[in-house]
């Protein structure tokens, strides 16, 4: 469920193991985003509508993932498909740290890209060497420049 | 009391208006759009407060930890869903009320703990149905303990039900005949004793899952096939 930078690089990802996939999107032109040769299947409709998710072969999915843009649709299309269908494995991102906690605890396998972006930025920052003062790079520019 | 409102919709706005008349409670309205929370706040002053009723940090600001009911009516299941959740799992509020758009959605709120569910759509459709003369059961409302619900039972011609006296009638558990109304209009408190009538309205508390039952008991048994309105109409 959506068809964005992450949930298009999962598809992808998955179909190349040979899953059967099928790409949710409310918008048509999400899928732009997937390459021709995807061979999955590419459907309109929303992961919080019985009806989209019933036309989408709900019913016996072994798994789904919730990677919309709203957490609260999310929220909803997960635990329709895994307390109404039974669906075994859901995953379901949740931008909001706090959701991503509250559901976890109620049952839903979330996580939070916010959560591991703050961590990651943190990172980053704390490896990365100071960068130059200008003179040093004009300097560092300068000796490069007559070692070639 | 303190309540908190989430969707100051015409439902929402509306709810909170009756809420007003007794001011014993203690009520906050809460609208995403700011548009509209900032012309409902010129009606009805510093209840009404704008942000997101399933956004954790700001429930927080609003106290939302002391209140003691939270009833989510916005147009949408997915918010409705999470405020009630939200409400609940990390507030611990103790009584959620969440309005259903879509009835399939119904099933899922009740199974997630939400305490009690409203659906304009059921509301509608019984409301219509109570007004087909061939109408059989419609649920009323549901009790909040024990999965009951009362429901209004019309006997219908050649029932299993229609001419029976109510002893020799084999109910459900947990099924009680609460109030007979004859064709003439006249309430009786059923004993043993009464005999149900074609035409009959009978009120029941009973078991959710029997009503499938005691449709069938009142009524008109189905002819297997020849459907007498096959062609006609349209």
């Keep these: 469920m959506g068809c964005g930078r992450v949930g298009s690089s999962v598809a992808v990802r998955l179909e190349q193991e040979d899953h059967e996939v099928t790409v949710l999107d409310l918008d048509e032109s999400s899928f732009r985003r997937l390459p021709s040769s995807f061979k999955g299947r590419r459907m309109v409709g929303s992961g919080t509508n019985h009806s989209d998710l019933e036309s989408a072969g709900i019913e016996g999915t072994d798994a ?20 109404l269908y039974g669906v075994p494995r859901v995953v379901t991102r949740l931008y909001d740290p706090f959701r991503g906690e509250i559901f976890g605890r109620l049952g ?3 996580f939070s890209p916010t959560v591991v972006g703050a961590d990651l930025a943190y990172r980053a920052l704390m490896d990365a060497q100071p960068a130059p003062s200008s003179e040093d790079r004009d300097t560092d520019t300068a000796v490069s420049a007559l070692g070639e | ?21 007794n001011t014993e409670h203690e009520i906050t309205l809460v609208e995403l759009d700011g548009r509209r929370a900032s012309d409902l706040r010129d009606e009805l002053g510093q209840i009404v407060v704008h ?3 399933t956004e954790v940090v700001f429930l927080e600001s609003i106290g939302l930890a002391r209140a003691d009911l939270v009833i989510a009516v916005t147009g949408n299941d997915s918010h409705n869903l999470t405020a009630c959740q939200v409400a609940k799992q990390w507030f611990h509020v ?3 009320i969440a309005r259903v758009n879509d009835p399939r959605n119904e099933r899922l709120f009740r199974l997630l703990g939400i305490d009690s569910t409203v659906s304009a759509a059921a509301a509608v459709l019984a409301q219509l ?13 549901h009790l909040h303990k024990g999965g009951l619900e009362v429901v209004d039972l019309h006997v219908q011609e050649g029932s299993e039900a229609a001419g029976k006296f109510l002893r020799d009638l084999s109910l459900p558990p947990q099924t009680t005949i609460s109030l007979v109304v004859g064709l003439d209009g006249i309430p009786q408190v059923p004993t043993g004793d ?26 008109t048994p189905q002819a297997p096939e020849a459907d007498p309105v096959a062609g006609g109409g349209a």
Excluded: C, W
């Design chain 1, 64 to 83: 789904f993932l919730a990677l919309s843009q709203g957490d609260n649709r999310n929220i909803l299309a997960s635990q329709i498909v895994k307390h």
């Design chain 1, 108 to 110: 839903l396998r979330t």
């Design chain 2, 1 to 21: 009391m303190y309540i908190v409102v989430i969707g100051a919709g015409t439902v929402g706005y509306g709810l909170v208006l009756q809420m007003l008349e």
């Design chain 2, 51 to 53: 942000g997101d009723g």
């Design chain 2, 94 to 96: 103790d009584r959620a």
């Design chain 2, 129 to 141: 149905e109570f007004d087909l003369p061939e109408h059989t059961l419609i649920p009323l409302m």
């Design chain 2, 194 to 219: 009464t005999k149900l009538r074609i035409g009959d309205e009978v009120i029941a508390v009973i078991a959710e899952e029997s009503e499938p039952e005691l449709r069938r008991l009142v009524s």
